[in-house]
């Protein structure tokens, strides 16, 4: 038999048919949706007459355009308004499960399907956004799509697709401390730029991925996207499996440790073919912060503004351009730089395990006076958390500010924007230019580089406020 990646493995299993010198009809096992790239869908559908052939496979959700103050009351912006009310009324007509605003379940389409158990190993799983490669850290084939793709999946359960080429991503070694996942996957595309990855499906693995909690996992597949891969994954394991057994309900698995055996065979074979195999030391890995407006300009946070750009180009316009519009220049250290506002949340970095993280900062110490902090959960459960751990509590005497759950400003398409011109820490995914507000400057960084700049007022090395000596001094 011939030896297959987990990719492979799955792939392979979901093929309905292959065109020859083409791309395969490919079967999907759950189709979320939200309120921003549903409406089109759905009307496709009307205009041809056609049902949604299989709704219980998909979950809906709305988290984009969403408010995160006074969520009892109307929406205020009119667009956003009418979306929200679209999907409702969508989901009503043809039969689909609707954790809409309100709903004790709300929350971020790729928050709210992992802790509700929608989420499982080998299922192929595609959603309108590109972010739904979150999902691969269970041992999934999970990628966005585009409206017309959504509104195929809605029509027959399949979607046409290319089969992507495989790449392997190795991280072996200790991390040091204060480096969390998300300074993992900054500095991989920091390495391999933002089309590094481009045509591939990547499999994460090595022993510094196996050490990762599933959160963690799903924070470095988040952003696989973001250096041009079609989607990331990870091989699930007994860590995959304590984190399914934990949660209270799993829809449609009767057996879990029958289910958990089956999906114990979902590894890449030892002599597995990858096209590309790249490895990593995960000792070398410091906190990150991208200094530029894709997320490939990242670098150690004590580093220095490079002199050049990733092709050795020391005036490229390109590269000029972003570092004029984040007000930056070549060989500038960024340690020290005033800060405006911290974003805290997104699909991205929204969990629970976040928020501790951010807390571990905060605790005994108050939000700097020149700092606007938004601190947004992701769901409606990770708020319930928040609550029941005392984190909202310690978040308030600190001086700060929870929102209720949303995507918020990872994305200016809703009320939570960054003023034109401000500099903002975020835990989000993406820096392109005016991607939380027209003007906004972002940086991206980890839930603990976030807080020390939200204490600070500045940006500041996490590991600072890591040392036994700054531990006592809280």
């Not at 992992?114 to 739904?132: A, F, N, R």
């Not at 829809?251 to 999906?263: M, Q, T, V």
């Not at 997104?346 to 938004?374: M, P, Q, V, W, Y």
């Amino acid at each position: 038999m011939k030896s297959k990646t987990l990719f492979d493995k799955i792939w392979d299993n979901h093929v309905v048919r292959s065109i020859e010198d083409g791309p395969d009809v490919l079967y999907i096992d759950r189709h979320y949706i939200h309120e921003v790239t549903s409406p089109q869908a759905f009307n496709g559908l009307k205009e041809r007459g056609i049902p949604v052939f299989r709704p219980g496979k998909t979950i809906a959700t709305a988290d984009h355009n969403i408010p995160t103050k006074d969520q009892h009351l109307p929406i205020r912006d009119q667009l956003s308004r009418t979306q929200v009310e679209r999907l409702s009324e969508n989901c009503q007509k043809y039969g689909i499960e609707l954790f809409g605003l309100n709903h004790p379940k709300n929350g971020i389409v790729h928050v709210i399907g992992p802790e509700l158990g929608y989420t499982l190993p080998g299922m192929t799983i595609v959603c309108g956004d590109s972010h739904t490669s979150t999902h691969g850290a269970f041992g999934t084939i999970a990628f966005g799509i585009g409206t017309s793709e959504v509104e195929m999946v809605l029509a027959t359960q399949c979607i046409i697709q290319p089969k992507p080429k495989k790449m392997r991503i190795t991280l072996d070694g200790e991390l040091h401390k204060g480096v969390t996942s998300k300074d993992i996957i900054m500095y991989i595309i920091s390495e391999i730029s933002t089309s590094g990855a481009t045509g591939y499906f990547v499999e994460y693995c090595g022993s510094a991925i196996r050490s990762l909690t599933m959160e963690s996992r799903m924070t470095i597949c988040n952003m696989s996207i973001e250096m041009g891969a079609r989607g990331g994954l990870i091989a699930p394991d007994e860590t995959t499996f304590e984190y399914l057994r934990k949660l209270p309900s799993i829809p449609g698995i009767g057996d879990l440790n029958s289910s958990i055996n089956d999906w114990k065979k979902l590894i890449s074979d030892p002599d597995a073919f990858f096209d590309n195999d790249l490895k990593f030391d995960a000792g070398l890995i410091k906190p990150m912060i991208t200094y530029g407006t894709n997320p490939g300009m990242g670098m150690a946070i004590d580093d220095s503004i490079p002199l050049s750009d990733e092709n050795g180009n020391k005036a490229s316009s390109s590269f000029l351009k972003s570092l004029d519009y984040m007000g930056f220049k070549p060989g500038m250290k960024l340690l020290g730089h005033p800060v405006d506002y911290v974003f805290m949340g997104s699909c991205t970095n929204g969990r629970i395990e976040d928020f501790r993280a951010f807390a571990e900062i905060i605790s005994g110490r108050r939000k700097a006076d020149n700092i606007t902090a938004l601190i947004v959960p992701g769901s409606k459960k990770v708020e319930e958390q928040m609550i029941a751990e005392g984190l909202i509590n310690l978040y308030k005497s600190a001086g700060f500010e929870v929102r209720q759950p949303g995507c918020s400003s990872c994305l200016a398409m809703n009320e939570d924007k960054i003023p034109q011109g401000k500099y903002v820490i975020s835990t989000s995914n993406r820096n392109f230019e005016g991607r939380q507000g027209p003007g906004a400057r972002t940086m991206l960084a980890s839930p603990l580089t976030a807080a020390a700049a939200a204490i600070t007022g500045r940006i500041t090395d996490p590991r600072e406020f890591m040392t036994e000596e700054n531990k006592v001094k809280k």
